[in-house]
């Protein structure tokens, strides 16, 4: 008897656990339908997509048993998927929900805004009263396409189930829902730092009375009208500042946290006849899991982990990169991308390992995003081969498919290709850029070639084609690199980012170039990019997170202090 957590087989539910054990509660796991019968408290995480979630739950016999025991009266809160799988429907997919809230969950509309929803926005309360302890216009993390629209006019039985609503753009949605045994949240609480850890140990410590009711109470007849809200002029979405730690393993065989200089992340050898002791070695700026904490509680909104050597040939066998992930995962309470190796492969003994397996292993392990990189490049080739339709077997499709594409992220590598503009008629020409009158790029053009295998090996294909063609396979979010800019201090490249954003409608981070807190408040005045990623000013402590934060603050850029 007891708390018991709901695995239903996709998605990040390892972060969930790590925080519940963090705050001092003891739980199990339901592993078969049978353990319904002795939780007498339910949690169910998890992100991915809703027909992912209930095949998963059918297949594994979990289904009828949730559906009883939401009904039996005993506490239920879910979360994210958790909370959807609780309304009618969906338009992600024809496969029914529980039917136990009467509306369907839709997709946002792109038109004005990316999708998905992505990063910390507020929860306002629908009353007063808020004994749930969300607290009004407090920042939680959020990352969804679809969602359960708020509409009293249409759905006034659904609108009775909302506790919080958020809005995104011009679209107000419920945040959360509450209604005699059943909680629910659109956001994650484990991943939204000091307040979605206070918010969920206050539900957890709370009796177990005080969350139940008596069997069938989910259909009591409303007795209060739903509260008619209108959107307001701006959502509240927070731009995001993410640390990236570049994870390799020096000549000793340890794992450290390094940073190239247009990739080379080897020290440079002395001029002089002198030869330093450092000279050559790999940069070592310390120990992955200790910045990683260190970024957590600096304020990142987000963290990224990218292994860029030991991933090379047997991820599933890299078990000090694994235990990082895990350490990690124990200790911060943001989002983790993980990237590096993140594709088909085959271990020395001939065994395959397919993309979405590699993934699923590290979600275990704590991630909740995978950054694929060059496995992108050669599925968007194979796709404009194809006419431009994906044949469905890249890492990109197979892990969106069972865990939504909010968790792919592409990492775009891409390089300057000078050309002359006057003269060039090349099948890029529509993407050529021209340096600014008066600027240190003045009389220069360009387009963007991507790069494969760390920047080593250029490829047939523009930084657009590439964008556009990881958004249609099912990626969630771009990381726009440069190869010119990185390490160089100058500041994102600009250019480069707004032909990407301006390309298509999914998230989109920038990074490289940032050499002081000017630089990230310069990104996002003049682009639309949702984030921006650095990690040398950081490593160094050139500048602090907190630093950025105030610059943006102080100049009415809306971030999560």
């Given at each position: 008897?007891?708390?018991y957590l709901?695995?239903?087989?996709a998605?990040n539910?390892?972060s969930?656990?790590?925080?519940?054990?963090?705050?001092?509660?003891?739980?199990?796991?339901i592993?078969s339908p049978?353990d319904?019968?002795?939780?007498t408290?339910?949690v169910?995480?998890?992100v991915g997509a809703?027909?992912?979630?209930?095949?998963?739950l059918?297949?594994?016999?979990?289904l009828?048993?949730?559906r009883?025991?939401i009904?039996?009266g005993?506490?239920y809160?879910?979360?994210?998927i958790g909370?959807q799988?609780?309304?009618e429907?969906s338009t992600?997919?024809?496969t029914?929900?529980?039917g136990i809230?009467?509306?369907?969950i839709?997709?946002?509309?792109?038109a004005d805004k990316a999708?998905?929803h992505?990063?910390?926005?507020v929860?306002?309360?629908?009353?007063?009263d808020d004994?749930e302890?969300?607290?009004d216009?407090?920042?939680y993390?959020?990352?969804h396409?679809?969602?359960?629209?708020?509409?009293?006019?249409?759905?006034?039985?659904?609108a009775q189930?909302a506790y919080?609503t958020?809005?995104?753009?011009q679209?107000?949605?419920?945040s959360?829902i509450r209604?005699?045994?059943?909680?629910?949240?659109?956001f994650h609480p484990e991943k939204?730092?000091?307040?979605?850890?206070?918010?969920?140990?206050a539900?957890?410590?709370?009796?177990e009375?005080?969350?139940?009711?008596?069997?069938g109470?989910?259909s009591i007849?409303?007795?209060l009208?739903?509260?008619?809200?209108k959107?307001?002029?701006q959502h509240?979405l927070?731009?995001?500042i993410?640390?990236?730690?570049d994870?390799?393993a020096?000549?000793?065989?340890?794992?450290v946290v390094?940073?190239?200089?247009q990739?080379d992340?080897?020290?440079k050898q002395?001029s002089?006849?002198?030869?330093?002791?450092?000279g050559?070695?790999?940069?070592?700026?310390?120990?992955?899991v200790?910045?990683?904490?260190q970024?957590y509680?600096?304020?990142a909104?987000?963290?990224?982990?990218l292994?860029i050597?030991?991933?090379?040939?047997?991820?599933l066998r890299?078990?000090?990169?694994?235990?990082v992930?895990?350490?990690a995962a124990e200790?911060?309470?943001?989002?983790?991308?993980?990237?590096?190796g993140?594709?088909d492969?085959?271990?020395p003994d001939?065994t395959k390992?397919?993309?979405l397996e590699v993934?699923g292993t590290y979600?275990?392990a704590g991630?909740?995003?995978?950054s694929?990189?060059?496995e992108a490049?050669?599925?968007?080739e194979?796709?404009?081969a194809?006419?431009?339709?994906?044949?469905?077997?890249?890492a990109?499709?197979?892990i969106?498919?069972?865990?939504?594409?909010?968790?792919?992220?592409?990492?775009?590598?891409p390089?300057?290709?000078y050309?002359d503009?006057?003269t060039?008629?090349g099948?890029?020409?529509?993407?050529?850029?021209?340096?600014?009158p008066?600027?240190?790029?003045?009389g220069k053009?360009w387009w963007y070639?991507c790069?494969?295998?760390?920047?080593r090996?250029?490829?047939?294909?523009?930084v657009v084609?590439?964008?556009?063609?990881?958004?249609?396979l099912?990626?969630?979010?771009?990381?726009?690199?440069?190869?010119?800019?990185?390490?160089?201090?100058?500041?994102?490249?600009l250019?480069?980012v707004?032909?990407?954003?301006?390309?298509v409608?999914i998230?989109?981070?920038?990074?490289?170039?940032?050499g002081?807190?000017e630089?990230?408040l310069?990104v996002f005045?003049?682009t639309d990019?949702?984030?921006?990623?650095?990690?040398?000013i950081?490593?160094?402590k050139?500048v602090?997170?907190?630093?950025?934060?105030q610059?943006?603050?102080?100049?009415q850029?809306?971030?999560?202090?």
């Amino acid at each position: 008897m007891g708390l018991y957590l709901l695995d239903y087989g996709a998605g990040n539910v390892q972060s969930l656990a790590n925080t519940v054990s963090t705050l001092g509660h003891k739980f199990t796991w339901i592993s078969s339908p049978e353990d319904f019968k002795l939780a007498t408290s339910l949690v169910f995480p998890g992100v991915g997509a809703f027909e992912s979630a209930i095949e998963n739950l059918t297949q594994k016999g979990l289904l009828e048993p949730l559906r009883e025991y939401i009904l039996s009266g005993r506490p239920y809160f879910g979360i994210c998927i958790g909370m959807q799988v609780l309304f009618e429907s969906s338009t992600e997919s024809p496969t029914p929900g529980l039917g136990i809230v009467p509306l369907p969950i839709t997709r946002f509309d792109d038109a004005d805004k990316a999708v998905p929803h992505m990063g910390w926005n507020v929860s306002h309360l629908l009353h007063s009263d808020d004994p749930e302890h969300i607290h009004d216009s407090t920042y939680y993390y959020f990352v969804h396409s679809y969602c359960a629209k708020y509409d009293p006019k249409h759905y006034p039985a659904a609108a009775q189930w909302a506790y919080t609503t958020t809005q995104y753009g011009q679209e107000l949605f419920m945040s959360s829902i509450r209604k005699a045994n059943v909680f629910a949240t659109q956001f994650h609480p484990e991943k939204s730092g000091a307040a979605g850890l206070a918010f969920l140990d206050a539900w957890l410590r709370k009796p177990e009375s005080a969350h139940s009711s008596s069997p069938g109470a989910t259909s009591i007849p409303p007795t209060l009208p739903p509260r008619v809200v209108k959107p307001k002029p701006q959502h509240q979405l927070t731009k995001r500042i993410i640390a990236c730690m570049d994870v390799r393993a020096n000549d000793s065989g340890d794992l450290v946290v390094t940073k190239g200089d247009q990739y080379d992340v080897r020290e440079k050898q002395a001029s002089d006849t002198v030869t330093a002791t450092t000279g050559g070695a790999v940069r070592n700026l310390g120990k992955p899991v200790t910045l990683a904490e260190q970024y957590y509680k600096d304020g990142a909104d987000e963290l990224c982990l990218l292994n860029i050597t030991s991933f090379r040939h047997s991820p599933l066998r890299d078990q000090p990169m694994l235990a990082v992930v895990r350490a990690a995962a124990e200790r911060v309470f943001v989002p983790l991308t993980i990237g590096g190796g993140i594709k088909d492969s085959v271990d020395p003994d001939g065994t395959k390992h397919p993309a979405l397996e590699v993934a699923g292993t590290y979600f275990r392990a704590g991630a909740d995003k995978v950054s694929i990189g060059s496995e992108a490049v050669i599925a968007v080739e194979r796709m404009l081969a194809n006419g431009g339709r994906g044949d469905g077997t890249s890492a990109i499709e197979t892990i969106a498919h069972a865990y939504g594409r909010q968790a792919v992220v592409v990492s775009i590598d891409p390089r300057r290709v000078y050309v002359d503009s006057e003269t060039y008629e090349g099948p890029y020409k529509a993407e050529v850029i021209c340096g600014e009158p008066g600027s240190s790029e003045s009389g220069k053009a360009w387009w963007y070639q991507c790069t494969i295998s760390g920047g080593r090996e250029a490829r047939p294909l523009s930084v657009v084609q590439l964008a556009k063609g990881a958004e249609s396979l099912g990626a969630g979010e771009l990381l726009v690199n440069s190869i010119n800019r990185d390490g160089s201090g100058l500041g994102f490249d600009l250019d480069l980012v707004r032909l990407v954003k301006s390309a298509v409608r999914i998230p989109v981070v920038a990074s490289s170039g940032a050499g002081s807190k000017e630089h990230f408040l310069e990104v996002f005045q003049k682009t639309d990019v949702e984030s921006a990623l650095a990690a040398g000013i950081f490593h160094r402590k050139e500048v602090g997170i907190d630093e950025v934060k105030q610059c943006l603050d102080d100049n009415q850029v809306n971030v999560r202090r």
